[in-house]
């Protein structure tokens, strides 16, 4: 499989799986076939009636925005950039992301904000095509340039450097366990930043995730919760990745647990369509490009260009 593949996957990943759990984001299962008559399989008009925004039909979330920020700063600046991304996010608010009048606050006066929510790791996949498996302290300390000024929290920054890690694996095709030793390493580096928050510990649990998922799917939703904290929901999207070779069925299981659906339907659908890129469907990406304007291939395949 061609490099530049496994990057525009990973990338319309992210935004498919963004725009489908967005639909069941928040939701427990029994709400979830409560409002669509069902599982959701395909994508339908949102039932968001919790959310103080109104999506359209496969309507990508800040998720994806975010991810798309990232990509072009990097493109631009030839390499992560904390100055240059502050000042993209501070252009204007992104739809689906709380808080941002409370960053820019704290941005003028050069103070980074502490969430611990899954807006770290869901916005690293340009930083996991920018660096090969073999650059695993650049990739930390580029996630820290990406996502402290949001989030400079040690389980939030620990669970991004993991999903970025396992980003840049899934792109050279390792296999699962390998892809999620890179994760668990990655965590423990990452696991030095931010200030702590007093949160599990990202690393530990994912040496779970690698000894106990993958003897049955029923019951991963009693082990893990797929939560809006970045230490449960990057790893409730890594044990997806352990569980599933089909990002269609992973982003489908993401979607029908609800919780942080749009987040970690995003994550392990990147990272899954990355290791094998036939199995995000094609509509699906089709849909997701038309619906929100977006292009994957050109930011891509410059990404793929710099990757070191």
Request: proline fraction near 4%; hydrophobic fraction near 40%; include cysteine.
């Amino acid at each position: 499989m061609k490099l530049a593949e496994r990057c525009h996957a990973a990338l319309a990943g992210v935004a498919v799986g963004d725009a489908l759990g967005k639909m069941t984001e928040g939701y427990w299962p029994p709400e979830i076939r409560l409002r669509y008559g069902g599982r959701v399989e395909t994508f339908l008009s949102p039932q968001q009636s919790r959310s103080s925004h109104v999506w359209a039909y496969a309507e990508v979330t800040d998720d994806t925005r975010f991810t798309l920020l990232i990509a072009e700063s990097i493109i631009s600046c030839g390499k992560v950039d904390e100055r240059d991304i502050i000042s993209r996010i501070l252009e204007k608010p992104i739809k689906g992301w709380p808080g941002w009048d409370e960053f820019k606050k704290k941005a003028e006066t050069g103070e980074k904000d502490t969430r611990s929510g899954n807006g770290a790791p869901m916005r690293v996949a340009p930083i996991g095509i920018l660096h090969s498996p073999a650059g695993l302290r650049n990739v930390i300390s580029d996630v820290e340039q990406a996502c402290s000024c949001t989030h400079n929290t040690r389980s939030a920054l620990s669970a991004a450097c993991a999903i970025a890690a396992a980003y840049s694996a899934a792109l050279e095709g390792f296999d699962k366990r390998d892809l999620l030793e890179a994760a668990i390493e990655a965590a423990s580096l990452g696991n030095q930043l931010g200030v702590d928050d007093l949160c599990p510990d990202v690393a530990r649990r994912l040496q779970w995730v690698c000894k106990n998922v993958g003897k049955g799917k029923s019951s991963l939703r009693r082990w893990l919760n797929p939560g809006f904290s970045a230490w449960e929901g990057a790893t409730f999207a890594l044990a997806l990745v352990m569980l599933y070779d089909s990002a269609k069925d992973a982003i489908l299981a993401a979607v029908n647990e609800g919780g942080d659906a749009d987040s970690i339907a995003s994550m392990a659908g990147g990272i899954i369509a990355a290791r094998n890129p036939d199995t995000l469907p094609e509509e699906w990406v089709e849909i997701v490009k038309r619906e929100n304007d977006l292009d994957f291939a050109l930011p891509a395949e410059q990404l793929m260009s710099l990757r070191k």
